[in-house]
């Protein structure tokens, strides 16, 4: 296990939350030397196993291994964009794969619980003093061939694992990267309680909102403020906020 070193908390977060999330992030940089163990790689796969999922359908697959190895470097080659410039550093990878007929009776949240075990193999690489950085650029296609996957096992994304390095060996342009600044949308504009609901009337956006917004004439809320016409459509007893979750968005330049 690579020590845990005492440090601040990376993100500013509004209400204090667990140490490990708080520092969290997604770096390219990775140390190329080190190596991580069989047994702390199969704990990152024993935590993805663990997550919970509809019904318990586990509608999942799991693909790893470290660097060195031939099966690492056919994930490597499967790697499109920007993604072959840092990630063969990494000091293992994890291919995510749905399996639909696991979870032929609820398919509804397939995906969903596949970002559930993602987001699992994510705290317990943390957990043990790994960070992680997931990628949708890759060719499934290759990573099919490769491994020969059956029918019906779909590669969703690749997890590169490994140990941040901030030293002169990592290329300028993955550095500049990971020194890029890192935000967060407001927590008012997505953590939507009783009491903002009761207050959220619709206006016409042309009041209040930028001119992109104004030429799509969407529906913006206000709070405090009576509408100036009945929406198209209101809170109800099944808090239908759909039509409204967008135009939080492109109001927020008035913010």
Known sequence: MV??????ARNLTRTPIAPLLADRWSPRGFDENH???????????????????????????FIAARRGSAEFDAIAAALTGFNQVWAARSSAFIVFSTVPARGAKMPRWVEYDLGQAAASATVQAEYIGLSTHQMGGFSADA???????????????????????????????????????????????????????????FTNSTASSPSSCQASKTM????????????????????????????????????
Not at 3 to 8: E, F, H, R, S, Y
Request: hydrophobic share 40%; proline share 10%; charged share 20%.
């Open 35 to 61: 190596q991580i163990s069989r047994d702390d790689l199969l704990s990152i796969i024993e935590a993805a196993r663990w997550a919970p999922s509809a019904g318990n359908t586990q509608p999942w697959a």
């Open 3 to 8: 020590p845990v070193l005492a440090t601040p």
């Open 220 to 255: 913006t809320p206000v709070l405090g403020t009576k509408p100036t016409w009945p929406p198209r459509r209101s809170f109800t007893a099944s808090r239908k906020i759909v039509p409204w979750l967008t135009a939080i968005t492109c109001a927020s330049g008035n913010r």
């Open 143 to 201: 990573i099919r061939s490769a491994f020969n996957l059956p029918e019906g096992v779909n590669p969703t994304t690749v997890m590169a694992l490994g140990v941040y390095d901030d030293s002169e060996s990592v290329p300028d342009e993955v550095q500049q990267r990971d020194l890029a600044e890192r935000h967060r949308l407001p927590l008012d504009q997505v953590y939507l309680d009783e009491s903002v609901a009761s207050q959220l009337f």
